[in-house]
T-cell receptor, first 117, second 114 residues
């Protein structure tokens, strides 16, 4: 079966510090991967998505970047955090067509709660 | 641009009462439609989805939703709410293209009175 992990679960960082959030998927190959952010009291906004290793699409201009160094690993980074980067970060994956699971459905990880002080 | 509107920020219902959460979308064609639930501090759980076919779809936990093309709506319903249904509910659409990006509404927080 497929599982998705996010690390760490919670993080408190000072303004100006770097950031690295990790997302890994097990039990599948070549998934589409997504990073979403949920700011306090708001809905979820897509930040990045990736259809393959080294292929990253950015949805909104911001202080963050994403990388996909391996097929099932998706990393969200920042060189200098801002207060506005605080929020709940969710990673999701979508299977490729041909597997016995819906390819037009995304499966979400448990999330990382980031507080920037 | 595509958008999803959930007009109710908060809804309070009594336990055992019926529930309807509204969702409208703006998109040039029929997208894939989803309802997710999020308990405090947790990730998202899929309640139900609509891709095609029967416009009334059944989901988990006794929820159902009806797709109405003429109204661009996908409202979520439950005939009898339980206290454990208190959570935040998100409507989302996925574009029918290669990226299948999800566009979320701003969410509706459901409070359940005992």
């Amino acid at each position: 079966s497929q599982t998705i992990h996010q690390w760490p679960a919670t993080l408190v960082q000072p303004v100006g510090s770097p950031l690295s959030l990790e997302c890994t998927v097990e039990g599948t190959s070549n998934p589409n991967l997504y990073w979403y952010r949920q700011a306090a009291g708001r809905g979820l906004q897509l930040l990045f998505y990736s259809v393959g290793i080294g292929q990253i699409s950015s949805e909104v201009p911001q202080n963050l970047s994403a990388s996909r160094p391996q097929d099932r690993q998706f990393i969200l980074s920042s060189k200098k955090l801002l207060l506005s980067d605080s929020g709940f970060y969710l990673c999701a994956w979508r299977p490729i067509p041909g597997l016995p699971i819906p390819y037009n459905e995304q499966f979400f990880g448990p999330g990382t709660r980031l507080t920037v002080l | 641009a595509q958008s999803v509107t959930q007009p109710d920020i908060h809804i309070t219902v009594s336990e055992g009462a019926s529930l309807e959460l509204r969702c409208n979308y703006s998109y040039g064609a029929t997208p894939y439609l989803f309802w997710y639930v999020q308990s405090p501090g947790q990730g998202l759980q899929l309640l139900l989805k609509y891709f095609s076919g029967d416009t009334l779809v059944q989901g988990i936990k006794g929820f159902e939703a009806e797709f109405k093309r003429s109204q661009s709506s996908f409202n979520l319903r439950k005939p009898s709410v339980h206290w454990s249904d208190a959570a935040e509910y998100f409507c989302a659409v996925a574009l029918r293209n290669s990226s299948y990006k999800l566009i979320f509404g701003s969410g509706t927080r459901l409070l359940v009175r005992p």
